[in-house]
Every structure is written in structure tokens, then in C-alpha cells.
């Protein structure tokens, strides 16, 4: 193969940019900041000194519009995002970066709520109700009807440790308490047909919820392998 300078080559070796906040918690398989998760390449690019529960201050998004430029600029062939919440962001810099951009999990919402009745709902699981609002879901779900309920990790010992930074996770106890909080969600509301995990801290217990709830579970990384595969499509029958 021929590689020239300034051409970008295959998407095939072509990785998926993922924008990240500037935090010391510990990404375990399954989360996106970690390469590991991904059977595809991925390159990162931190934001420093946003706070994203601050999303009108202007240089918040002049920050992640420059993350993305760079991204860009190092030939990704899409762009994610590392937390929920940035999809504060989403509109901003799908508009001004020249590839796709997909920064929360909860752009999946419309697109989840369409695969069911009306009267069913999404169970949202989010890192806390202090930060995840009703306008964010709005901002997802875009004048689209969905019907959700939220839960959250709030006072869960383990996840509160492990996102106050103290460099610190102890995976099993912080599973044992995602399963909790899904088993409570699922048994208290049985309209809720599937969960989505807002937050990019909780996909490495997606199998564990699974187990759990018996129901469907969607997060960031369903949504970027979704992405991923539109973009890397292979011939029907290879196997490789």
C-alpha cells in the first residue's frame, strides 16, 4: 500500500475520534475512553477546563469545536463523544465539522421509542439526576415523543467513589450496584421495554443488566459500533 501525504486512506484504517472531558476515573473495558473497548481504531482528544453542566459558557463549545478540528484534522471519519451529557454540544458541531457526529447515547432515544408502542418506555440510567435535565432529553429527542423514566446512581458508594476522581474503581461493587439500580427500574415500571445507560461510566455492566433485566441495553458504544459498521461494511458471508 502507498500512503501520500494529505490523503486520507480507507475508513477501514481510518479511526473514530472520540472527544473527552478532562477527568482522573478509571475507564475498564466497555467505556469509550478506553481503546480496548473497540475491535476498530479510535484516537482521543480532551477538552480542559469545561465544565459540560455549564453548557452556555462560550468557551465551553469554542473548546470542543476546536477538539473536533483536530480530530478532524488527524483523519477521523467520525466523531463520538465521552459523556451523555455533551449532547449539549451535538447540533453545534454537526454543523460545523465536515464529518458525522454523534456526541451522547441518548441520540438513540427517538430511534429506540420508534421500535415500540406508544404507551411503552425507555428506562434511562444516568450518573446522576443532578445532572441529566429534561432540556437534554428534549435536545435528544427533538420534538419526537418519548416516553422515559430515570434512575439514577446518586448514593451508590462505589460509582460515587469511583466519579469523584480519586483515580479509584472497584468494578465488582460498582456492578452490583448498576445491576440494583436497573433491577429497581425494570421491577417498578414494567412499561419499560429497554435501557439505555446515559452515562459512559456504566457500559462495562451492560451484560450484567442485561442478565439482569432480560431487556434490551443500549449506550455509547452500541452507538458508535452502529456507526462504525455504516461506515466499514463488508461483503454478505465474509466472515473475517
Same mark, same amino acid.
Given at each position: 500500500?502507498?500512503?501520500?501525504?494529505? &490523503?486520507?486512506?480507507?475508513?477501514?484504517?481510518?479511526?473514530?475520534?472520540?472527544?473527552?472531558?478532562?477527568?482522573?476515573?478509571?475507564?475498564?473495558?466497555?467505556?469509550? =475512553? &478506553?481503546?480496548?473497548?473497540?475491535?476498530?481504531?479510535?484516537?482521543?482528544?480532551?477538552?480542559?477546563?469545561?465544565?459540560?453542566?455549564?453548557?452556555?459558557?462560550?468557551? *465551553?463549545?469554542?473548546?470542543?469545536?476546536?477538539?473536533?478540528?483536530?480530530?478532524?484534522?488527524? *483523519?477521523?471519519?467520525?466523531?463520538? =463523544? &465521552?459523556?451523555?451529557?455533551?449532547?449539549?454540544?451535538?447540533?453545534?458541531?454537526?454543523?460545523?465539522?465536515?464529518?458525522?457526529? /454523534?456526541?451522547?447515547?441518548?441520540?438513540?432515544?427517538?430511534?429506540? %421509542?420508534?421500535?415500540?408502542?406508544?404507551?411503552?418506555?425507555?428506562?434511562?440510567?444516568?450518573?446522576?439526576?443532578?445532572?441529566?435535565? %429534561?432540556?437534554?432529553?428534549?435536545?435528544?429527542?427533538?420534538?419526537?415523543?418519548?416516553?422515559?423514566?430515570?434512575?439514577?446512581? !446518586? *448514593?451508590?458508594?462505589? /460509582?460515587?467513589?469511583?466519579?469523584?476522581?480519586? =483515580?479509584?474503581?472497584?468494578?465488582?461493587?460498582?456492578? %452490583?450496584?448498576?445491576?440494583?439500580?436497573?433491577?429497581?427500574?425494570?421491577?417498578?415500571?414494567?412499561?419499560?421495554?429497554?435501557?439505555?445507560?446515559?452515562?459512559?461510566?456504566?457500559?462495562?455492566?451492560?451484560?450484567?443488566?442485561?442478565?439482569?433485566? =432480560?431487556?434490551?441495553?443500549? !449506550?455509547?458504544?452500541?452507538?458508535?459500533?452502529?456507526?462504525?459498521?455504516?461506515?466499514?461494511?463488508?461483503?454478505?458471508?465474509?466472515?473475517?
Amino acid at each position: 500500500m502507498i500512503y501520500r501525504a494529505g &490523503n486520507l486512506q480507507s475508513n477501514h484504517q481510518r479511526p473514530i475520534g472520540i472527544i473527552t472531558l478532562d477527568e482522573n476515573i478509571p475507564c475498564p473495558p466497555g467505556t469509550p =475512553g &478506553n481503546p480496548a473497548t473497540f475491535s476498530h481504531p479510535v484516537c482521543y482528544e480532551t477538552v480542559r477546563g469545561v465544565d459540560i453542566l455549564e453548557p452556555e459558557n462560550p468557551d *465551553g463549545l469554542k473548546s470542543f469545536l476546536a477538539a473536533g478540528r483536530t480530530l478532524v484534522e488527524k *483523519g477521523v471519519f467520525a466523531i463520538a =463523544g &465521552n459523556c451523555g451529557l455533551m449532547i449539549v454540544y451535538q447540533d453545534q458541531l454537526a454543523a460545523a465539522l465536515p464529518v458525522p457526529v /454523534f456526541l451522547s447515547s441518548l441520540l438513540q432515544l427517538p430511534f429506540i %421509542a420508534r421500535m415500540y408502542s406508544p404507551e411503552s418506555a425507555i428506562g434511562i440510567i444516568a450518573s446522576s439526576r443532578n445532572s441529566l435535565k %429534561a432540556d437534554h432529553l428534549r435536545l435528544a429527542s427533538q420534538g419526537t415523543t418519548t416516553k422515559t423514566v430515570v434512575a439514577s446512581m !446518586d *448514593g451508590r458508594k462505589h /460509582f460515587c467513589e469511583a466519579v469523584r476522581e480519586h =483515580g479509584v474503581l472497584n468494578f465488582e461493587g460498582v456492578q %452490583a450496584e448498576v445491576v440494583a439500580v436497573a433491577l429497581e427500574l425494570a421491577t417498578q415500571n414494567p412499561d419499560v421495554r429497554s435501557i439505555l445507560l446515559e452515562c459512559v461510566d456504566l457500559p462495562p455492566y451492560a451484560t450484567a443488566v442485561q442478565e439482569a433485566v =432480560g431487556l434490551p441495553v443500549f !449506550d455509547i458504544t452500541t452507538l458508535i459500533s452502529h456507526v462504525h459498521s455504516s461506515f466499514v461494511r463488508k461483503p454478505f458471508g465474509d466472515t473475517n
